[in-house]
């Protein structure tokens, strides 16, 4: 991928909104492969041809195998008020997932206690050892033995949505880590982000629907 094909939702002087696509790492890690972050700085640099370094903000991320929606800040102004929203309650994410199995509940919460085990899993644990997550879901539509899930983050939990739904046995469809061996692409896709602009304090919401893999067997629009 190059940074002239990056899918821009929305830009400013303040902010772009972009489109991350499966497999790329929201910022660079020890993969040394090609990262959001790199590539957002690179389009700017050569957008607007600015000499030396470009300062991006990274004010949340995404899991590398998940695409969807993300926020970069292109002022530090930009990126600590979008960071404060966040720690406010103030910035919404919603995704869209295939799950194994039919829920009993079709609209629900779940809430538990997650704890990072290792540089690369999290665990359910209790109050005492882990960090409150919370999300709300709502089953959308059911094919075969499989679930497409509306879920809203309360809280931002390594692996959360992974493993709260393993947790009622309800693993994400593609889940190698969590789940079961389906050799196929996760099924989780961060399909909605709302924020207030942190300049012109304006609600702003972006919607962009997954179009790979087992999502097209659902209805998304």
Avoid: W
């Avoid at 700017?44 to 991320?61: T, W």
């Avoid at 059911?142 to 692996?159: A, F, P, Q, Y």
């Amino acid at each position: 991928m190059k940074a002239n094909n990056l899918e821009i939702l929305y830009e400013d002087n303040h902010i772009l909104v972009v489109v991350k696509p499966i497999n790329i790492p929201s910022q660079a890690d020890c993969s040394h492969d090609l990262d959001m972050l790199t590539l957002v700085k690179s389009y700017i640099k050569e957008k607007y041809q600015k000499p030396g370094n470009v300062y991006v903000g990274l004010v949340h991320r995404l899991d590398r195998p998940v695409g969807g929606i993300m926020v970069f800040a292109k002022t530090s102004k930009a990126a600590n008020r979008l960071s404060e929203s966040i720690k406010q309650n103030q910035f919404q994410k919603k995704y869209l997932a295939v799950v194994h199995g039919i829920l009993t509940k079709k609209k629900g919460t779940l809430i538990n206690y997650i704890k990072k085990d290792n540089q690369f899993n999290s665990v359910i644990t209790n109050e005492r050892d882990g960090k409150y997550a919370e999300l709300d879901y709502q089953v959308l539509e059911e094919k075969g033995n499989k679930s497409l899930v509306d879920i809203t983050l309360k809280t931002g939990r390594h692996h959360q949505i992974r493993v709260q739904f393993k947790k009622v046995n309800h693993p994400l469809y593609g889940d190698q880590r969590y789940g079961f061996q389906d050799h196929e692409q996760i099924a989780l896709y961060a399909y909605q982000l709302a924020f207030y602009h942190p300049v012109k304090k304006e609600k702003m919401v972006f919607t962009r629907y997954p179009e790979y893999g087992i999502f097209k067997d659902f209805n998304l629009k």
